[in-house]
């Protein structure tokens, strides 16, 4: 399918590039954007070909530099709280992809950018990435997760100093605290982010699938439920070829070759 406002390239091995295109204005998010991102999604969700998904920004400059501003200075109450909902309906669509979706943070990932960014299932950031919520600077809050999502990645203290000054932080500092997992030299972002997806593609394809499933659900229940929701994933593993070949193939020594089924 051709976007307007996205590139997709779906490789041979298995890893689909987006790249969001918008690089006059920072790859800022309107609204053709958080529509093409959910068709998109929906469609490599569905393809059985695309086993990850890479998620990054066109230009040198900027991952997403969040909501596309110009879109926000009208927006009514009504409208302020369909804005955030729609854009947190596409979020959640690419947390629960079922594949892992790597960030590949080329530079600024602010706003919605920062939250697109925390929406995927790991981000690794050039070491010029700057990332940051800087909402209240506009004086709004973030509305695409980042509350929710901010939070729960870095923790309560350093999520409430980062949303309520602004402030951005650099890369090394984003991967001190836990908001993303690598920091790479910029020229080798997108090889970084590749060796991470197919480091992933090379495990059974259903325990990636009912782990980042277990995570997320876990989270957001408490201990005994996530623990419940852990046991039935796991007897669910049970039932799959790729367990039968996964522990057989350590026993017999040798690599073992995974279905997905
Ligand atoms: N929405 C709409 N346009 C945006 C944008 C956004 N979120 N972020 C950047 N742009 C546009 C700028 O208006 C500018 O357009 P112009 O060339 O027509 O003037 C262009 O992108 C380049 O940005 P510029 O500000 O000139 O680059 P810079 O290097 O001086 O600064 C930033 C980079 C990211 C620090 C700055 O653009 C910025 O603060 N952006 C807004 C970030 C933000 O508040 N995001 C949260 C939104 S809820």
Known sequence: MAYETLIVEKREDGIAVVTINRPKVLNA???TVIDELEKCFTELKDDPQVKAVILTGAGD??????ADISGLVELNPLQGKEFAERGQRVFNLIENLGKPVIAAINGYALGGGCELAMACTLRVASEKAKLGQPEVNLGIIPGYGGTQRLPRLVGKGRAMELIL??????AQEAYQIGLVNKVVPHEKLMDEAIELAK???????LAVKYAMEAVNRGLEVSLEEGLRIEADLFGICCATEDKTEGTKAFLEKRKPNFQGR
């Open 165 to 170: 000054t602004g402030r951005m932080v650099d």
């Open 61 to 66: 400059k900027a991952f997403v530099a969040g």
């Open 29 to 31: 998010l309107n609204a």
């Open 199 to 205: 480091t992933i593609m090379s495990k059974g394809p």
